[in-house]
Structure formats: C-alpha cells, structure tokens
C-alpha cells in the first residue's frame, strides 16, 4: 500500500506467553531464538518515565481534571471525562507512547525486521465502553502526525454488542474479537506480539486471558506491520466523539505489569 492511502486511512480512523508466531526458520539448536526482556518498569518507581512521551489533555480543554494520566500504588491510570477534547475537537485522547529504560534514559526502538511482544494486565471498567466509532485503547504507529496506525486494539460495537478487537487497519484485517461484557470490572492479562514488516512480512498475534482462561488466542502471518522509520506503541484511551449508541460518560483504564520482549 503506497504511503498516501495510508496517510488518508489515519485521518480517516482517526486513528500468557505463547509460542512466537512467524519466527524465522532456526537452523541449529545453538542458535535458538529467544525472548529477552527489554522493559519491566513499576509504576511505583518509574511512573509516567516509564513511556517516551505523555499525551495529556494536549489542547487543555479541561485544565480542572488534570493529570488524566498518573499513577496510583502500582498501576498506571487514564482518566477520561465526556467533557475532554483533543487537539483535533472531534475525538478525545489521553495516551502514552514507547517504552524508556529509566527516568530520562533512551526508549526502544521497533525497527523493521525485528519482532517484539509485550505483556501487561489491563482493567476496563463497565463505564469504559464499546462504541459505533473508534475507541482505541493500544495502538502501534509510526511516530509523527499524519499517519495511519499499524495495528489497534479496540472497543467496537458490532451489530449491537460490545465488543473488544484487534484489527490491522491499513488492509481492513481482523486478527481476532470477542465480546466484551464478561471482560468488565476484572483484569484481564494481554500478550500481543509483532513482527515488524513491509508490505506482507509482518506477524501479529494476540492473546487475551481471564484468570486461567484463555478467552482470544488469533495470530495472522504475512501482514503489513511497517509504515516508514519504526513501529511505537501506544496505550491509553483515544476515542470518536461520533458515537451514537449514548456510550460515551466519564470513565478510566488501568494498566499494570507492563513488560517488553525483544526476540533474539
């Protein structure tokens, strides 16, 4: 897909562990890839140092409700009001970018041909809800404004029922869904891994679990996972004002544990 179909799709979106999925062939036993641990910061000690950068309330729509995004004991919290409004007034965004190794210390970088996973536990309230548009709550995108996101993981309504998914919007691919109710008011671990590549070199697989039960486990080989430059996640809540099924109110997520994995 040329880069300005994919720069129009970005506008017009708006935006545990398991086997590795499209790991190169191994040759020998000697040379056995592996998953190294990158990233493990706390919320506790790293706090917002934890991530490259802080999408707070960037138009200060609602300076009363600042910080949206802080920590509290060991999780880190977004807060989002139906009042909050981007820089663009259509949508509402309250987000974190990358991973940094230390308060002030260098962030990660996903470069194509690498693969990367990260782990964490995520809690959405019953407030937190699926909607007509897009609410994303974990993205991958290429740094810099103008661009589509790679990959989503998001709050959909589908024909009526709340849903949660995850979808490579450049190509329109559903990886995997499954709804969302039963996940409300608990936490619920997610292990979502990614090769980064152009054009159908890239890999994802998404898992999530309740407890001991495994509710998505969905893979798909042979995607696009790579714009220009690198892949940077993104967590948080980024959602479309356009909703017309009453499900925006005030509401906040929870994330925890959040680890990064590099295979080597």
Request: glycine share 10%; proline share 3%; with cysteine.
């Amino acid at each position: 897909m040329n880069t300005s179909r994919r720069n129009l799709l970005g506008a017009a979106l708006g935006g545990v562990a398991g086997a590795a999925v499209g790991v190169p062939a191994l040759t020998t036993a000697a040379h056995a890839a592996s998953w190294q641990q990158k990233w493990a910061p706390s919320a506790s000690g790293a706090g917002l140092g934890a991530f490259e950068t802080i999408e707070d309330d960037r138009a200060d729509s609602h300076t009363a409700g600042q910080p949206h995004i802080f920590t509290t004991g060991e999780n880190w919290r977004f807060n989002m009001h139906t009042g909050d409004r981007d820089t663009s007034t259509d949508r509402q965004r309250q987000e974190v970018t990358g991973l940094r190794n230390g308060s002030g210390g260098n962030y990660l970088k996903w470069t194509e041909g690498q693969t990367w996973r990260v782990t964490y536990s995520m809690y959405i309230p019953s407030s937190l809800k699926a909607t007509t548009t897009f609410t994303h709550i974990m993205q991958m995108k290429q740094p810099g404004a103008g661009t589509s996101p790679m990959v989503v993981q998001s709050l959909r309504r589908v024909n009526g029922v709340q849903t949660i998914e995850l979808k490579l919007p450049i190509d329109d691919v559903l990886v995997g869904r499954t709804n969302l109710e039963p996940l409300h008011d608990k936490w619920t671990d997610v292990d979502f891994q990614i090769k980064v590549g152009n054009g159908s070199a890239g890999t994802v697989r998404w898992i999530l679990k309740s407890g001991s039960t495994t509710i998505v486990d969905a893979s798909r080989t042979g995607v696009d996972t790579f714009l220009a430059d690198r892949v940077r996640p993104k967590w948080g809540i980024y959602r479309s004002l356009g909703d017309t099924s009453g499900s925006l109110q005030d509401c906040y997520l929870l994330l925890r544990n959040l680890r990064g994995y590099q295979l080597v």
